[in-house]
């Protein structure tokens, strides 16, 4: 396979491609889970595909970077192995947990009002759905606290690849975002302190934030081996798919706009501004373009 397309003055040949697939398994009481390591199997059977086919052009591979899908919950143990499978985006197990932490009185967008306006003051957004990922790592303490004690950090899906190939813990700042913990109001960009605390998020479990464009570390030597790569190889952080469709897209500059149907829909509209409505349930995402923003709502 070949293709070209241009990109901001940039030809961008597509020279080989292969696929494996991994199960989601859809659980009675509203969990939607994935197993990290299928995703790991799945990238090595490609990738020993792709060097099959192309041995002499992946000797001379400079870089491997990801897109994957976002607000799952990956937590890792100190090798970079899951401690549990991966609670997906798609989730809702965790309605009661909201419920008990997210404030008493008047609510809004499912939170209590207090929670809520301290949720935007430090972050722009809020924690306002049962699928959002705060309430499922709160889930897991407060009903798996034997594998809650054994997590070491609490990672999104390319991101815990991306540890895995290096060693490194990190999240891309749109990673951090969907969070809904990453503090708007710091000018280097760290999880909110504040809202850690009032929802009993400890620190250590938070990694380091980096941008998309980091070079997080080097392909090791394990790793590698599996994937029939060599060593050393630089590894990026990557982005998420919401983050790096509309790049994807071409929309990289203010007032672009793209629809995006697949596993889910959405529009799109890349903005410089911070923007939230609450009774709409819409907000602006951190984009992977530093100062920009993905306005987006769900189909």
């Not at 939607?32 to 591979?61: F, G, L, Y």
């Not at 071409?250 to 409505?277: A, F, L, Q």
Request: proline share 5%; with cysteine; aromatic share 8%.
């Amino acid at each position: 396979l070949r293709e070209e397309r241009s990109l901001e003055g940039m030809t961008i040949h597509l020279e080989d491609s292969s696929f494996a697939g991994y199960s989601l398994n859809i659980l009675p009481n509203g969990g939607v889970e994935q197993n990290p390591q299928e995703w790991w199997d799945a990238m090595c059977k490609t990738t020993r595909h792709m060097v099959s086919r192309n041995p002499e052009m992946c000797a001379r591979i400079e870089g491997i970077s990801f897109c994957a899908q976002a607000q799952s919950v990956v937590l890792l143990d100190e090798a970079a192995r899951a401690v549990r499978p991966s609670m997906s985006y798609m989730d809702q197990r965790s309605g009661g947990v909201r419920l008990a932490h997210a404030g008493g009185g008047p609510r809004v967008a499912g939170v209590g009002l207090g929670f809520l306006l301290q949720s935007l003051y430090h972050t722009g957004v809020v924690a306002g759905s049962d699928k959002d990922p705060v309430w499922k790592y709160l889930w897991v303490k407060e009903n798996e606290p034997e594998i809650y004690a054994r997590a070491h950090k609490w990672l999104d899906v390319k991101d815990a690849l991306v540890a895995r190939m290096t060693g490194k813990f990190t999240m891309s700042r749109d990673s951090a975002f969907a969070t809904l913990l990453m503090d708007k109001n710091t000018a280097k960009p760290e999880f909110s302190s504040a809202l850690m605390k009032r929802l009993g998020v400890l620190p250590e479990h938070m990694p380091g934030i980096v941008a998309s464009t980091a070079k997080v570390g080097t392909l090791l030597a394990e790793p590698a081996a599996e994937l029939g790569l060599h060593s050393g190889i630089p590894v990026f952080s990557g982005g998420s798919d919401a983050a790096l469709i509309g790049v994807g897209a071409g929309c990289v500059r203010p007032e672009m706009t793209h629809v995006y149907m697949g596993t889910s829909g959405w529009v799109s509209t890349v903005t410089n501004k911070n923007i939230v409505d609450t009774n709409a349930m819409i907000a602006s995402v951190v984009g992977v373009q530093p100062g920009l923003y993905n306005y987006f709502a769900e189909l």
